[in-house]
């Protein structure tokens, strides 16, 4: 299973930003995808689902600024975000939204600074 994560960087306060997640093997075809994200000194957090069907949930936190998309014949997971702010700063990651423990795989994230 690889995990790869682009499209972090810095960016203002309220801009936008997209960053997906090419996903090898049968992680992403069975499985609901979700986007998490680490911020500096705090535990890594699931801030948006999507399910096989398309369906999506999205912590308060984000909810009303991102969407989650998924392209399951490329094997990839998409997060849009807009109306970015400071807080959003963070290492975002994808893997399956379920308990992880510490040995699981996240592969390398990507690194999202909003400077205000």
């Known amino acids: 299973v690889q995990l790869v994560v682009s499209g972090g960087g810095l960016v203002l306060a309220g801009g936008s930003l997209s960053l997906s997640c090419s996903a090898s093997?049968?992680?992403?075809?069975?499985?609901?995808m979700g986007w998490y994200r680490q911020a500096p000194g705090k535990q890594r957090v699931l801030i948006a689902t999507?399910?096989?069907?398309?369906?999506?949930n999205y912590a308060d936190s984000v909810k009303g600024r991102s969407t989650i998309t998924r392209d399951s014949p490329k094997n990839t997971v998409y997060l849009q975000m807009n109306s970015l702010k400071h807080e959003d700063t963070a290492v975002y990651y994808c893997?399956?939204?379920?308990?992880?423990?510490?040995?699981?795989?996240w592969g390398q994230g990507t690194q999202v600074t909003v400077s205000s």
């Open positions: 999507i399910n096989t069907g398309g369906s999506t």
């Open positions: 093997g049968s992680i992403f075809r069975f499985s609901a």
């Open positions: 893997n399956e939204p379920r308990t992880h423990t510490p040995g699981d795989y």
